[in-house]
């Protein structure tokens, strides 16, 4: 073309017809993204995966069947954002891959096409590793939430103890090892979410079952929250101990 052509106003025309085309298709992967990815990743990495209210008290069987009731609805949750996704990823690819050019549909690499599931698999994951850890640190926190007074005299137990009788002793109830066993259920099902959650990055992780769970177990600092939980009440021991050694002067 030179500036005297005759069809260098068809020639603006086409192009800007072009132009038009592609800015449809920015709108529509930007609306994909913004609204059936991005949301929900927010969503699932904000999700409450345990309720401990910290004005309020339980007993062992009431604080475990909360946590279960919360983590089950919350799976179903979870799931279906986890299909949305992926859905969402589909359609994504399909709506680039037929995109229309001079010699037919555009069509898209194969290996862009598997780096782009696997990232957003990856963001998923990274979703449902947030909301775990969250869940975790809540625990922890509102399990060590103790003053200056010590285990026996904190702002508001998580949990209903008693001092009874039981001649010729004096012990807690229930004891140190079943409230330990009340938490480590309750992480043991704030991890168990992610056994639901099927890895759908590539075919091969489809078929092979793989779950979120394969890679959640393995996180270093899930791992470390977890061995933390599962010893809490190693170091309330002593103080325990040593409490209900002051009612012996009763003897």
């Not at 003053?147 to 010590?150: A, D, K, V």
């Given at each position: 073309?030179?500036?005297?052509?005759?069809n260098?106003d068809?020639f603006?025309?086409?192009?800007?017809?072009?132009v038009?085309?592609?800015?449809?298709?920015?709108s529509?992967?930007?609306?994909i993204?913004?609204?059936?990815?991005?949301?929900?990743?927010r969503?699932?990495?904000?999700?409450?995966?345990?309720?401990?209210?910290?004005?309020?008290?339980?007993t062992?069987?009431?604080?475990v069947?909360?946590?279960?009731k919360?983590?089950?609805?919350?799976?179903t949750?979870?799931?279906a954002?986890?299909e949305?996704?992926e859905?969402?990823?589909?359609?994504?690819?399909?709506?680039i891959?037929?995109?229309p050019?001079?010699?037919g549909?555009a069509?898209i690499?194969?290996?862009?096409?598997r780096k782009?599931?696997?990232?957003?698999s990856?963001?998923?994951?990274?979703?449902v590793?947030?909301?775990?850890?969250?869940a975790?640190?809540?625990?922890k926190?509102?399990i060590?939430s103790r003053?200056?007074?010590?285990f026996l005299?904190v702002?508001?137990?998580i949990?209903?103890?008693?001092?009874?009788l039981?001649?010729?002793?004096?012990s807690?109830?229930p004891?140190?090892e079943e409230v330990?066993?009340a938490?480590?259920r309750?992480?043991?099902?704030?991890?168990?979410?992610?056994?639901g959650?099927?890895?759908w990055?590539t075919?091969?992780?489809?078929?092979?079952?793989?779950?979120?769970?394969?890679?959640?177990a393995k996180?270093?600092?899930?791992i470390?929250?977890?061995?933390l939980?599962?010893?809490?009440m190693e170091?309330?021991k002593r103080?325990?101990?040593?409490?209900?050694?002051s009612?012996?002067?009763?003897?």
């Open positions: 073309l030179t500036w005297t052509s005759m260098i068809a603006l025309h086409t192009m800007f017809n072009g038009t085309q592609l800015e449809e298709l920015i529509k992967v930007k609306d993204v913004d609204n059936r990815i991005e949301r929900n990743l969503q699932v990495a904000n999700l409450p995966l345990i309720d401990v209210p910290s004005n309020e008290s339980f062992l069987d009431r604080f069947a909360m946590q279960e919360l983590v089950k609805s919350q799976l949750i979870i799931a954002k986890n949305e996704v859905e969402a990823v589909d359609d994504l690819i399909e709506m891959g037929l995109y050019l001079k010699e549909p069509g690499d194969k290996r862009e096409e782009l599931r696997a990232h957003y990856r963001m998923f994951y990274r979703a590793l947030n909301a775990t850890k969250n975790l640190k809540l625990v926190k509102r060590g003053t200056s007074g010590g005299f702002d508001r137990p949990f209903d103890v008693n001092v009874e039981m001649i010729p002793h004096v807690m109830s004891p140190l330990q066993a938490i480590n309750s992480c043991r099902s704030i991890l168990a979410i992610a056994k959650l099927p890895v990055a075919p091969a992780d489809k078929e092979s079952g793989r779950t979120i769970f394969d890679s959640l996180d270093k600092e899930v470390v929250m977890v061995l939980l599962t010893g809490s170091g309330a103080t325990v101990i040593e409490y209900l050694r009612f012996k002067q009763y003897d």
